[in-house]
């Protein structure tokens, strides 16, 4: 396969080709393979699928069956924060859906975007487990629970803040 790329994306596709190669021959290896792809893209967009299609020797729409079936695989980029907000019962009756339209109004997104400066991502989790707590978001692997949208302001501005300083210390280094 024949792909014009830049060189970061050569550095990639090199990883990549390394955990195809360690995983090829193990049972069950296009899932582990496409989470591997997944982390050194950021998401896996039909290039990246089919090169590992092509390299794998299996039909595409084999590859982008599971690409698309499991949740966990993103074919657009996401950001660097994803939100999950619970919409399972006990955190639907205690105002999820109040948290996702506030969350969805600071940020300017709906569910299912991501921001344009690739901070954020929302998305909608239909129970993440934490019932005690509800109404309950995760951002990442961060759980917040007992939420009103008063409190999502000052969730969102912390990370806003936190990336700031990062931002503001890579620019430092170079």
Do not use: W
């Amino acid at each position: 396969m024949e792909l014009e790329i830049s060189r970061q994306d050569k550095e990639k596709y090199e990883k990549l080709d390394l955990v195809i190669n360690k995983y090829k021959q193990q049972e069950g290896m296009l899932i582990r393979i496409l989470q591997k792809a997944q982390q050194i893209f950021g998401h896996l967009p039909i290039e990246v699928q089919s090169y590992v299609s092509d390299k794998l020797d299996i039909p595409i729409s084999t590859v982008n069956g599971v690409v698309s079936f499991y949740s966990l695989f993103s074919e657009e980029p996401q950001g660097k924060y994803t939100i999950n907000v619970c919409m399972g019962t006990a955190c639907y009756v205690k105002g999820s859906q109040e948290i996702l339209k506030t969350i969805e109004e600071e940020l300017h997104i709906r569910e299912g975007e991501t921001t344009l400066d690739k901070l954020f991502t929302i998305k909608v989790a239909r129970c993440i487990g934490a019932c005690g707590l509800a109404p309950v978001i995760t951002i990442n692997d961060k759980v917040y629970g007992r939420l009103s949208p008063l409190d999502i302001p000052g969730i969102l501005h912390s990370y806003i803040k936190t990336n700031k300083k990062s931002a503001i210390g890579e620019e430092v280094k170079v």
